[in-house]
Each structure stands twice: as C-alpha cells, then as structure tokens.
C-alpha cells in the first residue's frame, strides 16, 4: 500500500488546538505516515498539516479528521512558503520549527545544528566573549542586559565550580516561545548552554522549567539523555552535566536571584544585588542565568560569527526578537523579525488587524508588567531604545491586544491584584504597595472611590517604580497608570461624586 | 493513614534525603511528596523536616509560598482556568464563569461528590490558542462558554 507521510504538530498549543484528536483517529489508518513536529507558531492556523509536495511543503489550515481525503488526494493545499505570516519572517534562532522533529538529533545536525558549539570549540573562551560583544546580544527575558558583559564577569571570576542555568520559568502572560524552543527546537537551547559553559568554564548547569510546562520539561530531559548518550556534553575533557528542575508556581521566580533561591529550594525570594549571580550565585558560585530564547540564539551568533548578528536589527538592538502575539488578534502566534518594525506594522502585517467582530482598545507589550498603548502610540518602533524612552518594555515579546469590550478599570484591578499574589514579600513598596494598589482599584470599581484615590494611586506608583527591589513591583504601576492615562474616563465615570 | 500512603511517603523522604548536609532542597521534597501523594499533608512537615536537617517553620515557609503545592487533596480531576492577559483580552473570565456554575464550588474547594476542584493559573503559554482551560493534563484551547458541559463530561 502506498502511504503517504503527514506533518503535525505535537506542540502544546497545536494539541489544544485539536492535533491530539487528529493523530488519535489518523494513526488507526496504514495509509498516513504522521511525523510529530514542532510547530511553525501560526497558532491561528492550527490544527495544520502538511505533506511534501513539488516544491516543498503543502499545508492544510484547521484541519479536522474529515479532511483526510482531500488531504490524502493532495486537493487544496497552500504551498507553506507563500503563507505571508511566515513567508515575512526573518526565522533564525525558530528556522526549524515545523520542519523538523524536535528530538530528532540527526536531523538538528543536518539543519546547522552543533555549528556554533563546534565553532565555540575552536576559540578561546575570550574570543567567544569577543563574538558575544560584536554580536550585540541582549538578554531576551526582559532585562535586555548586554550578554557578553555578563559572561566576561564569570569569565574571570576565580571558583572551582560555576554554574550555567537557563531561566525557562517564562511567566509572563502572554509569552510562550521559550515553551516553544523547550518542546519544538531542545537542542538548540543546550547547545546555548554548552556554549556558554565553555566561556565561563562551567561544569553543570540547570534548566529551571516552570510547573505549567510539563512538556516542555519532558522534552528537555528526554534531549538532555540523547545528548549525553551522543557523548555531546562531553566538551573536551570536561563533561557538562545538566539537569531539569521543576519550579511550583510563583511568578516573581522568574527574577534571577529569587530563581536560584527557588533552585536551591527555599522560598523564591528576590535578593539585594550586588552581588551579581555573574559573581556569587548558586550555592555562592559564579553562574550565568540567562533566558531559554537568549540562549537558543547564541548558537547562531557562533556559527554566523557576531558580526552578522550586529547587523541585524537597530543600534542598540540588534538581531532579532521573538514577538509572540495574543490577545484579540486576528492572528495570532510567534513572529520573528529583526527589531525595528514599528508596533502598527506588527500589528497589521502579522496579526492581520483585529478578531472577526472585534474593535481595537488598546495593546500591551511584555506581558503584566507591560505597559498599554491606545491606537495613537503605536508607530513606536519595535526596540529597547524606544520602549525606554516612552517609559515601556518589550520584556520577553509578549503582545496581547485587548478589544472595545475590554473594562480599564477591571484590567487594572487584575494587574495590581496580580502583583499582589505575586510579590515574594522582601520589599515593603511592592509588598504592600501592591495590596494598597489592589485595594483602591476595588474601591473605585465599587463606586466608592474619589478623586483622592486616583492622586494617591498616581503617588504610590512613583514610589513602587522608584522604591522597588526588583521589576516585579518596580514596573507593576505601569500598566495601571498608563490605563488611567489613556482611558481616563474610564476611571473618573466610576468615582463617587 | 494507609500502609501504602506511608510506604509512598517513605519513598519520597528517601529519594530527596540530602546528599551533603550544606544542601537540603526543600522545594525538591516537597515537589516529591505532592507527586507521589497527590498533597503535601500538614502531619508530614516534622519528618520532613527532621529528614532534611531544617526547622519545620523552613518547611511551612516553602510549603506556603509556592502557589502550586497543596496542602488538601482535590478532586478527582483538576481544573485550572487560565487568568493570563490573553486570556482575559478573549474573555476568559466567561468561561470561568461558566464552569463556576457548572461545577457549583468556590475556587481551590473539591465538588460534594469530590470530582472536580476548580482553580486559576495565571498563564499556561497557550496564549495564542486561548481561551486556555486545563483538565488534569489536558490542555483545551479557544474555548468557550458553550463547550463547558461537554468539556467536562468525560472527567467522571
């Protein structure tokens, strides 16, 4: 019998999409060939399928087991690489998602794979260093920190042991392409880390996944054993050991020294730095935290050389940054181009406008502590430089779009209470503030708040911006403030009068 | 207490029993116990503690602070409702509802019959495909208040 080789996302949000009911009822039939793969992040078109066709992939959008024989008979396909969502990317650090298995190692190789470890193998731990800072590679979890200067301090920090972790505890609402790289493209994130071990001189690391994501924790332990049954973490003659931890749900430990509080399994509590983790970390040794999406792209940066990761992007940001849209989009899914593409275009070309029936509110960009934009803001360019300067983040890339049935005042109730649940308790701005916060929005949703309320929920915003020990209370004012600013009578049609 | 809760528990004390004294993992233990007891039980914390070498406050400490271990057994099947920001903006919050009356409990409390618990999870990186439910390990994307019943009938 002739069988004919189907392509399916095996990717968490394809399954909910209704993959898993797809390869239920397909794999009964001798005729189909299914190959699990990753997911290209087109979530809109999920369940997607795909076949080899004459000149490449042919894929099937929100397949359901019907479609079968129309499939099978090759009958309304769209060729994958003239759908414009993906056809306008720039795909770099996501290349092989939806083409391959994700723990497929052979076929990692065959795409690229393990070029920059072994380019990494050929240079000096300085010279790796030297790439990253030609590279101009910022850290993608949010802080945007220069990667290099990071890697130069443990670099040169003197200890017998140092650490390299990858901060997988993507909790930012919103987000999902380290998810994506955990169970689409594992490989490519240990490779990060087996580079990063080499320029600073670590012998074991830690992936650090948090408690929503168990598969992408599964995935991860499942390539860690093919990595080290393919003798890959052997990296001269040091062997790198590497290890799955699973966090318990707490957001702020997304934050690097409440995660290797959490890693060392006390409470996720937010330290005072210095010192830097980069200096004392885990048990008090030198150790590299970085983001799963920072480090899935450095094997790029060492097999392409950092020179052509700086002419990537903006001054300032360079490369490119992995956007994620949610929300009230048309279309959303993970969209990744170089920086510099203002938000209305990103907006338009990739979310293609709004949900049928649905109208624009407002966007918010880098997740709860994002702050909104209304329609007027939103030729701002997609970059560090200009979000700072407007007083905003880009964060981790998450962009959800909220519609004209969307309630301010609830929306900003949900983001203080949210900080509230949140606030590991170290510092009193966002301990209480955040509860203080929480309480006012309720007063003013009940219909009892004044104006006084809203003065004093401007004042305690500027201390908790100012006062703050770390992001988490730090930037929780901002989506509430930016809320009052843009939709002002919003709040005041509330207040007593 | 049955022979078989305490032999798991057992199981579980021993495989975090803390290989140099300078590093018990509590969170580690914790994570352990949950996994082979489906909760963390209060009456466990001073062998928990006196295997780790910590105060029983360090272990409440950890025990407390993380959303995601529980100190009560839920239900049968667990339903997590993503609150996350995507969610909200494609009105989660119906959907929650819906399964509120549906199931008649308050959130984090097991049904009379102890088949469902209802919780929130604040985003389970469904973002795209969401509105996000979760039953057990199943996750369901793009859901709507109508598809609540039907979403449920299988969890018996």
């Known amino acids: 019998m002739k069988t004919t080789r189907l392509y399916l996302a095996n990717d968490t949000s ?34 997607m399928v795909e076949r080899d066709g004459p000149n490449g992939r042919e894929a099937w959008f929100n397949v359901a087991p019907d479609d079968v024989s129309r499939i099978l008979e090759g009958v309304g396909g769209t060729p994958v690489a003239t759908i414009p969502f993906l056809r306008q990317q720039t795909r770099f650090t996501f290349a092989n998602f939806g083409v391959t298995e994700p723990l497929a190692l052979d076929e990692y190789q065959k795409r690229g794979g393990l070029k920059g470890l072994a380019a990494a193998q050929n240079l000096s731990p300085e010279a790796i260093v030297e790439e990253l800072r030609l590279s101009g590679l910022r850290g993608r979890g949010g802080a945007a920190f220069p990667v290099w200067k990071k890697w130069q301090v443990a670099q040169q920090a003197q200890s017998e042991q140092k650490y ?13 392409c380290d998810r994506m790289i955990m169970e689409g493209d594992p490989f490519r994130l240990i490779e990060g880390m087996m580079i990063c071990a080499r320029a600073i001189g670590a012998t074991k690391g830690y992936l650090y996944c948090r408690y929503e994501y168990p598969a992408a924790a599964k995935a991860m332990q499942f390539a860690i054993q093919k990595a080290r049954e393919a003798d890959l973490l052997d990296c001269d003659d ?49 150790t590299i935290v970085s983001n799963v999406l920072t480090f899935a792209t450095i ?39 170089p920086f510099g593409m203002t938000l209305r275009q990103a907006l338009e070309q990739f979310g293609g406008g709004m949900a049928p029936g649905a109208r624009f509110k407002a966007v918010q960009v880098g997740g709860p502590l994002g702050s909104l934009f209304p329609e007027s803001q ?26 004209d049935e969307t309630n301010m005042v609830e929306l900003a109730r949900h983001f203080m209470a949210f900080t509230a649940d949140e606030s590991c308790g170290k510092c009193t701005p966002c301990r209480v503030g955040s509860v203080r916060g929480r309480e006012i929005l309720e007063r003013i949703q009940s219909g009892l ?13 500027e201390t908790m911006k100012s006062a703050s020990l770390c992001a988490l209370g730090g930037r929780a004012p901002y989506p509430v403030l930016t809320a009052i600013e843009h939709f002002p009578n919003e709040f005041r049609g509330r207040l007593k009068v | 207490m049955t022979t078989r809760h305490n032999a798991k528990l057992a199981e579980a004390l021993e495989s975090c029993r803390p290989v140099s004294p300078a590093k018990p993992n509590i969170l580690k233990m914790l994570l352990a116990i949950q996994s082979a007891l489906g909760h963390v039980p209060v009456n466990t914390l001073p062998q928990i503690a ?12 950890v025990l407390s602070y993380y959303s995601d271990l529980r100190t009560q057994l839920p239900g049968r099947h667990l339903i997590r409702v ?34 469902f618990t209802v919780e929130t999870m604040s985003c389970a990186g469904n973002c795209a495909v969401s509105p996000t439910v979760m039953i057990d390990e199943d996750l369901r994307g793009r859901v709507t208040p109508s598809d609540v019943p039907s979403l449920l009938g299988p969890y018996k």
Request: hydrophobic share 40%; glycine share 14%; charged share 20%.
């Open chain 1, 449 to 461: 708040g004044t104006e006084a309320d809203l003065v004093l929920l401007s004042d305690l915003g």
């Open chain 2, 50 to 61: 006196q295997t780790l070498g910590v105060t029983e406050a360090q272990v409440a400490g």
């Open chain 2, 82 to 115: 993503c609150m996350g920001e995507s969610c909200m903006a494609n009105h989660g919050g119906r959907v929650f509802r819906a399964i509120q009356d549906h199931v008649q409990v308050a959130v984090g409390e097991a049904t009379p019959e102890n088949r």
């Open chain 1, 299 to 337: 094997p790029n940066i060492l097999a392409n050389g950092g020179a052509w990761h700086g002419s990537l992007g903006t001054e300032g940001s360079r490369g490119t940054m992995a956007l994620q849209l949610g929300g009230r989009v048309k279309q959303p899914g993970l969209v990744e181009i």
């Open chain 1, 164 to 176: 390299v972790v990858a901060n997988a505890d993507e909790g930012d609402a919103g987000t999902y």
């Open chain 1, 378 to 403: 939103l030729d701002i360019p997609i970059c560090y430089d200009a979000f700072a300067k407007a007083g905003a983040i880009l964060g981790h890339g998450g962009i959800v779009v909220y519609d």
């Open chain 1, 14 to 47: 394809s399954l909910a999409a209704g993959a898993g009911r797809l390869a239920e009822v397909w794999s009964k039939r001798p005729e189909i060939q299914l190959i699990r793969t990753s997911s290209r992040g087109a979530f809109f078109l999920e369940p």
């Open chain 1, 238 to 286: 040091d062997s790198f050991d590497l290890e799955v931890v699973v966090g318990a749900g707490s957001y702020v430990c997304g934050e690097e020294t409440a995660l290797l509080e959490s890693l060392e399994g006390r409470r996720g509590v937010v330290m005072a730095k210095p010192p830097y983790p980069a200096e004392s970390g885990l048990y008090d040794k030198p």
